[in-house]
């Protein structure tokens, strides 16, 4: 293989990993002990923004959005219906990923094999985020249409985390745009 070949390579799979670490990050990770707040959900969770992990058990919101027993009852049955297949969908990306690294890492590279890895991470990522939105959208359907504004509204109130943290450090916020090329900085 040429320099030339190698450098592009190098990048390709420096950009790959760097997007499958940030779609890691979104990932729900494997519980230790529940499903709580401090469990991330992965992909296409901007639906319910900052209401995170099994927010219909929070006292606080179940007051504001008024919800039910039975309500509350039904996304723990949904929450358990789905759990085992995140963790597993979960764990298969990440073998996935930890298949590619000495791919990458080794003297010689074979793109070949590169090229299919990450195919097979991409797959993974994939079926993760599908399984990840059945299950959100199984929670969705419980909760009724003004229920589901309320989160929207609370959701657009309040940025996640990130953005947060992101203005807090002097950043870019949700609504901030860059200035303008010829404006002086």
Request: charge should be positive; glycine fraction near 8%.
């Amino acid at each position: 293989m040429n320099a030339g070949k190698k450098v592009w390579l190098g990048a390709v799979v420096a950009a790959l990993l760097t997007l499958a670490a940030a779609a890691g990050a979104q990932a729900p990770p494997a519980p230790r002990g529940g499903f709580g707040p401090e469990m991330r959900q992965g992909p296409g969770d901007e639906a319910f923004g900052a209401l995170r992990g099994r927010f219909w058990n929070n006292p606080k919101i179940v007051d504001a959005l008024k919800l039910t027993d039975d309500q509350r009852k039904a996304m723990d049955d949904i929450l358990q219906q789905h759990l085992e297949t995140l963790v597993d969908l979960r764990a298969n990306a990440e073998k996935a990923e930890l298949a590619l690294r000495p791919m990458i890492n080794a003297d010689q590279l074979d793109e070949s094999k590169i090229v299919a890895q990450i195919d097979q991470v991409a797959q993974a990522r994939a079926e993760l985020f599908k399984a990840n939105a059945r299950f959100l959208l199984a929670i969705r359907g419980k909760l009724t249409p003004d229920q589901w504004k309320q989160i929207q509204e609370f959701r657009d109130e309040h940025p996640p985390m990130m953005q947060r943290w992101r203005q807090r450090q002097g950043g870019p916020g949700p609504q901030t745009a860059p200035p303008p090329a010829d404006s002086p900085q």
